[in-house]
């Protein structure tokens, strides 16, 4: 996904509005190049992909390519599992594949148009 006439700031804080609103949360950022937000796998994902007493979090980074001779970002996202989130030393993630982009083409297409046309900082 590319948004127009942007800037890195106005990306992060159109997702800062964009993923709590499908039950994400703030997680770690890498600025200027990305920003994460969790989300608990739920009963399914903790089945699927848990253990006993291990909690399951899938964590979306939205990153942000900037496209060189413009003010326009390419969007994109990975996905990862991550096992015992925010718990340092215990953490452990695994990169998930396939339908995962699906899921997120609508929150990127909203960020694009909130965050497009906002201009260089």
Do not use: C, H
């Not at 920003?35 to 909690?55: C, E, H, Q, R």
């Not at 215990?90 to 594949?97: G, I, K, L, T």
């Amino acid at each position: 996904m590319t948004v127009s006439n942007t800037n890195v700031d106005a990306i992060i804080s159109a997702a800062q509005g964009v993923f709590p609103s499908s039950g994400y949360s703030s997680s770690i950022s890498n600025y200027p190049t990305s920003i994460s937000f969790d989300k608990p796998a739920g009963n399914f994902g903790n089945l699927m992909y848990g253990s006993y007493g291990v909690t399951t979090t899938v964590r979306a980074t939205l990153v942000m390519t900037p496209i060189p001779g413009t003010n326009d970002f390419r969007l994109s996202t990975k996905v990862t599992r991550v096992s015992n989130a925010g718990e340092a030393g215990f953490e452990d993630s695994n990169a998930m594949m396939g339908f995962w982009s699906g899921e997120f083409k609508p929150l990127l297409r909203k960020i694009a148009q909130e965050a497009g046309g906002a201009g260089p900082v």
